[in-house]
């Protein structure tokens, strides 16, 4: 299974954790991270997700986040897309999606993921043909098959 997170997926370990919500997401996406490294989940990238990385003021959390998709990544799309990724992106934005936010879902679909994992509800919001969007924590749920014992 092929999944791929946004920049706010990777930074939520970072926001305040006396929200419960907050604190749940970090969980889930520290697991699915654990599943990654375990190469139970195989990850995939993009150029867009570099760049919001690099825009980040905190060396700590920009440094661990490069490291973990230098060390993880199996797919990418780097810059030399980047025309055909905008040019998709559009037709995304037309639905009331970011700019970024596009280029994260026309990535994840261009390299044929099965979910782009995010904490955006906005982007969250966003319907594909081909990608699912969750939050990480409905993501775990669904790994666990909690979604078979719901009435």
């Known amino acids: 299974m092929k999944i791929y ?3 706010c ?3 939520r370990p970072y926001d305040d954790q006396s929200y419960l919500s907050i604190s749940l997401e970090t969980q889930a996406k520290l697991l699915v991270q654990s599943l990654i490294k375990q190469k139970r989940l195989e990850l995939a990238s993009s150029f ?5 990385n690099s825009c980040n003021p905190y060396t700590d959390r920009k440094t661990a986040v490069k490291n973990f998709l230098d060390d993880n990544v199996s797919d990418y799309i780097g ?3 980047s025309e055909e990724v905008i040019a998709r992106a559009e037709k995304v934005m037309a ?3 970011k700019m970024k ?3 994260h879902i026309v990535c994840a679909e261009m ?3 099965d979910y782009l994992l995010s904490t955006d509800k906005r982007m969250l919001k966003y319907k594909s043909d081909s990608l699912k969007l969750m939050n990480p924590i409905e993501f775990v749920d669904m790994l666990n098959g909690d979604d078979e014992n719901e009435d």
């Open 101 to 103: 936010d596009s280029c």
């Open 9 to 11: 997926c990777y930074n």
């Open 5 to 7: 997170l946004d920049n």
């Open 95 to 97: 639905t009331g999606v």
């Open 48 to 52: 867009i997700l570099d760049y919001e």
């Open 111 to 113: 390299m044929k993921c």
């Open 79 to 81: 810059g030399e897309k």
